[in-house]
């Protein structure tokens, strides 16, 4: 049983990444995508940077 998708919480996109990924990144944004509820790929990424950027913060503190 899958979880319910929240409605996205980004903000109005600013611009488009395109990189390639392997097999196992793909799965990983897809796990990730399900387990966080998100509406899309895009939105685990800008989750994963906001955690990735506090935890740098804090790090620096």
């Known amino acids: 049983m899958s ?3 929240r ?3 980004a ?3 600013d611009g488009f990444i395109n990189v390639p990924v392997t ?4 799965a990983g944004l ?3 995508k399900e387990a966080m509820g998100a509406a899309s790929q895009a ?3 800008e ?6 950027l506090a935890i740098q913060k804090a790090a620096r503190a």
């Not at 989750?47 to 990735?52: D, E, H, N, S």
Request: net charge positive.
């Open 3 to 5: 979880k319910k998708t």
């Open 7 to 9: 409605k996205s919480t």
């Open 11 to 13: 903000v109005e996109p």
């Open 23 to 26: 097999q196992a990144t793909r």
């Open 30 to 32: 897809h796990e990730l």
């Open 43 to 45: 939105e685990v990424i």
């Open 47 to 52: 989750r994963a940077v906001q955690i990735l």
